[in-house]
T-cell receptor, first 114, second 114 residues
Framework: GDSVTQMEGPVTLSEEAFLTINCTYTATGYPSLFWYVQYPGEGLQLLLKATKADDKGSNKGFEATYRKETTSFHLEKGSVQVSDSAVYFCALSDQSGGSYIPTFGRGTSLIVHP | DSGVTQTPKHLITATGQRVTLRCSPRSGDLSVYWYQQSLDQGLQFLIQYYNGEERAKGNILERFSAQQFPDLHSELNLSSLELGDSALYFC?????????????FGEGSRLTVL
């Protein structure tokens, strides 16, 4: 079945540092890939997405490129802020029985210090 | 605000009891998904409903059941509760048939079983 593996956290950085959170996936078809973010006390919200190979998703300074050859979708940001502290989930959505059910990684906690 | 409403936000109950969690999807969304988030299992897909009908089933225990009503709100029923059922339960909604599979999450219902 489909699965998503992402690096374990917490990832602790100083403000303005470069961020990479690794994500690899296993899927039988051609999935769409997502990064969701969960701020403390809130539900998940979509950060960015890519629907086909070589697509780059970007939002709020975050970027991720859909790499089919390495089955990866790593999240990057050039300069993190304290407000980026949250849990980040990599996910894929693959059609199964006529429906698209996103499969999530376990989440990576990011802590940014001033 | 995602437009998805979940109640109650917090619930504390005892082992062996039964609880009902409620979800109202975004206006116009016909699909509702339930996820369970726990520290050891991450975000696990439980079940999906589309326009009142069960569409997909994930790792949902037999003690758990769900339904979607004609007004499209959904309820997740958890019975014979065990300590291990303590978790954050998320409802999400989507535009069915969207191959990008983006989900819109509520803020969750935190269940504590004592």
């Amino acid at each position: 079945g489909d699965s998503v593996t992402q690096m374990e956290g917490p990832v602790t950085l100083s403000e303005e540092a470069f961020l990479t959170i690794n994500c690899t996936y296993t899927a039988t078809g051609y999935p769409s890939l997502f990064w969701y973010v969960q701020y403390p006390g809130e539900g998940l919200q979509l950060l960015l997405k890519a629907t086909k190979a070589d697509d780059k998703g970007s939002n709020k300074g975050f970027e991720a490129t859909y790499r089919k050859e390495t089955t990866s979708f790593h999240l990057e940001k050039g300069s993190v802020q304290v407000s980026d502290s949250a849990v980040y989930f990599c996910a894929l959505s693959d059609q199964s029985g006529g429906s698209y059910i996103p499969t999530f990684g376990r989440g990576t906690s990011l802590i940014v210090h001033p | 605000d995602s437009g998805v409403t979940q109640t109650p936000k917090h619930l504390i109950t005892a082992t062996g009891q039964r609880v009902t969690l409620r979800c109202s999807p975004r206006s116009g969304d016909l699909s509702v998904y339930w996820y369970q988030q726990s520290l050891d299992q991450g975000l696990q897909f439980l079940i999906q409903y589309y326009n009142g009908e069960e569409r997909a089933k994930g790792n949902i225990l037999e003690r758990f059941s769900a339904q979607q009503f004609p007004d499209l709100h959904s309820e997740l029923n958890l019975s014979s509760l065990e300590l291990g059922d303590s978790a954050l339960y998320f409802c999400a909604s989507s535009v069915e048939g969207d191959p990008t599979g983006e989900l819109f999450f509520g803020e969750g219902s935190r269940l504590t079983v004592l």
